[in-house]
């Protein structure tokens, strides 16, 4: 049974940083492509970032870039996302997900999900 176990989200003021933990289970960690995702209250699930099996690349949606960093440890079967510069509107849900691919960006992509983190940023 697959599991994916986020944790490290909270409350955080403008300008703060957190970093969330993703811990898989009951899959080969190391041959997915590895997602996060954010859904605010009343919108869809947008796309944060995406990292390679490998490590190797990494891609970004444009209202994160330069603030987020993804990375992962295959050894620990675990994925992070470092958030710094938090704003208000980066406020939701974050999911972590996994997909056999290269970079995908689109949820239909991902086979797997874990149940979310709330992220709040307040003003």
């Known amino acids: 049974q697959v599991q994916l176990v986020e944790s490290g989200g909270g409350l955080v003021q403008a300008g703060g940083s957190l970093r969330l933990s993703c811990a898989a289970s009951g899959l080969a960690f190391s041959r997915y492509a590895m997602g996060w995702f954010r859904q605010a209250q009343g919108k869809e699930r947008e796309f944060v970032a995406v990292?390679?099996?490998?490590?190797?690349?990494?891609d970004y949606a444009d209202s994160v870039k330069g603030r987020f960093t993804i990375s992962r440890d295959n050894a620990k079967n675990t994925v992070y996302l470092q958030m710094n510069s938090l704003k208000p509107e980066d406020t939701a849900v974050y999911y972590c997900?996994?997909?056999?691919?290269?970079?995908?960006?689109?949820?239909?992509?991902?086979?797997?999900w874990g149940q979310g983190t709330q992220v709040t940023v307040s003003s």
């Open positions: 990292i390679r099996y490998s490590g190797a690349n990494t």
């Open positions: 997900a996994a997909a056999i691919g290269t970079l995908p960006r689109r949820t239909h992509e991902y086979a797997y």
